[in-house]
């Protein structure tokens, strides 16, 4: 059965932060981030950036790796920008997606039907030219991951410790062994539905509450931010009455992990998918656009 994951994700502008990455687009990245035109993730994971200028699918890859290697096709996850300012952090509806499927990371570069994604800014890994080994490659990451291996691997195959060695030499051959175990991609890099009964990305994402840290974030009381809340952590509480979860758990150390999450049948998941997406076009929030890949 589908699950529904409301899932946070960090949004703010580069300050001084200088990714290596060059080119027209990765300049335009770093203009919007700059402007903050839209809440976009530091290393555009989830990749709304790309999205929009390729006009290919909505994809994840890099960050919430726990949460990536729950997810299955036909789940759905609702996307909240958290941003600061100067009293603490400002939340944002930005969009709700449905998983198409999941591919490894490998697959960007030895299938073609995915190649399209080698161009996207959310990718760990590349083979080297005789692809006989798989090298740690951040172009336009400020801030490359140093457990780049752990996001890729098969979740939780490895040993940490092993997995930590191994990524401190930027490098891995397919089938080495690490931790006793051979390393092989796992199947964590999603793709999401671009069908718009599916998939819908807001092109004016609303704010819909604030936290002050440590403290759990306050909804805004006006009509549209009660409508989100009704729909998402009210609809979870239906199904989980014990649960009392937020968007910010009220903890210092990953305070928006795990997200919250509720499983449904395929009936209930369409229709309030449906709904949900028919609430956010009458607010008038309306669609992102996508260019036209070419």
């Given at each position: ?5 409301l899932s946070p ?6 300050n001084?932060r ?6 027209k687009?990765f ?12 809440p976009?993730d530091?290393g555009d994971?989830?990749?709304f ?5 390729t ?9 919430r790796?726990d ?6 096709p036909?789940?759905i ?9 100067s009293?603490g952090?400002?939340?944002r509806l ?5 998983v ?11 299938d ?5 994604y ?7 890994v ?18 490359p991951?140093?457990d780049?291996?752990?996001?890729v691997?098969?979740?939780?195959a490895h ?15 397919l ?25 819908i990305?807001?092109k004016?994402?609303?704010t819909?509450a ?5 403290r ?23 199904h ?5 979860r937020t968007?910010?758990?009220?903890k210092t150390?990953?305070?928006h992990?795990p997200?919250?999450?509720w499983?449904?049948?395929d009936?209930?998941?369409q ?7 028919g ?8 669609r992102?656009t ?5």
């Open positions: 059965m589908p699950k529904i994951f994700y960090k949004s703010e502008p580069l001084g200088a990714p290596v990455g060059c080119g687009v300049a335009r990245f770093q203009r919007a981030l700059e402007q903050d035109s839209w976009y530091g994971d989830p990749s950036f790309c999205r929009n200028q006009g290919n699918a909505l994809t994840w890859g890099v960050c790796a949460v990536r290697a729950q997810l299955r036909g789940d996850v609702v996307f909240f920008s958290f941003s600061p300012d009293t952090l400002v939340y930005s969009a709700l997606a449905t198409e499927q999941k591919i490894k990371h490998s697959s960007i570069f030895l073609p039907v995915f190649g399209a080698r161009k996207y800014f959310n990718l760990l590349k083979p080297t030219r005789n692809r006989s080994e798989w090298i740690h490659d951040e172009p336009y990451a400020a801030e991951h140093s780049w291996l752990n996001r691997a098969v979740y939780r040993p940490k410790d092993y997995l930590r060695a191994q990524c401190a030499t930027g490098r891995v051959r089938g080495q062994p690490v931790g006793g175990k051979p390393f092989m991609f796992g199947r964590n890099y999603v793709l999401f539905s671009e069908e718009p009964e599916h998939t990305v807001l004016e994402p609303p819909i604030h936290a002050e840290p440590p759990a974030e306050q909804w805004r009381q006006d009509k549209r931010s009660m409508g989100i809340w009704d729909r998402t952590f009210g609809e979870l509480r239906k989980k009455p014990s649960c009392q968007l910010r758990l009220n150390q990953h305070p992990s997200p919250a999450r499983e449904v049948d009936n209930f998941a229709q309030w998918r449906s709904e949900m997406i609430f956010l076009l009458r607010q008038g929030l309306g992102s996508t260019a036209k890949a070419g």
